[in-house]
């Protein structure tokens, strides 16, 4: 479904990532673990086309994407929750979970059918769905993301660090709410980062690491 092939990117001349590979199946979770600055963000980034690939190869659901704009992942029904949210705060929750839909010119009843399905998954969303963005906490906040993400992303979501910041309670919540996707979306593919692999790996089939830009040996 996602595949990076010996991707290598630079920013500002500095090399970020050396030579990347990593496939995520159809319906797999996978985990992209690393500590600070080991090119995690960045890797999403680059699965989404927001960083352009210095060399290798981005492949979406078998296509090559690697010279592609961002735009086009969404039409792919990949979805992606940033680690820092980027949630407008003036909007409620509710139109922050409908904007991607929208811009993707959804019909009004895929996107009512998308929203229903979103609460079913994560019933805190809908008390919070007329709240405005900007009085959330930082774990609503996190909830509200993987909601959005999960509005386009009907074959794919990319979750960067959602567990980060998060108190024990949210954390549990979270964590249970990925393995209520899991039960009610098998085919839905999760890439999800974390500093922590132990948080993970009840969550997940496949463990990659990454150090310094580069994917450890196993
Ligand atoms: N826009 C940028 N300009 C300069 N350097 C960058 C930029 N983005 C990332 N880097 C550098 O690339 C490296 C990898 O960053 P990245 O954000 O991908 O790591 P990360 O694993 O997501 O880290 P964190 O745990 O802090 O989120 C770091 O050394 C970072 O300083
Ligand atoms: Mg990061």
Known sequence: MLELSGVSVAIAGVPVLRNVSLKVPA???VALIGRNGAGKTTTLRTLMGLVPATTGKVVIDGEDETRLPPHHRPRHGIGYAPEDRRLFGSFTVE???LLPAQV???????IAERLARVYGLL?????L?????AGLSGGQGKMVALGRALMVGTKAVLLDE???GLAPALALRYAEALKRLR????????????????????LVEQTYVIERGEIAPD
């Open 104 to 110: 993707l010119r959804l019909s009004e009843q895929e």
């Open 129 to 133: 769905a007329p709240r405005k963005a």
């Open 162 to 164: 959602p567990f980060q």
């Open 27 to 29: 319906g797999g979770r």
């Open 123 to 127: 019933p805190e969303l809908k008390e």
């Open 183 to 202: 039960a009610a979306l098998p085919d839905v593919a999760i890439l999800i980062t974390e500093s922590n692999p132990e948080l993970l790996r009840p």
């Open 95 to 97: 139109d922050n979970m």
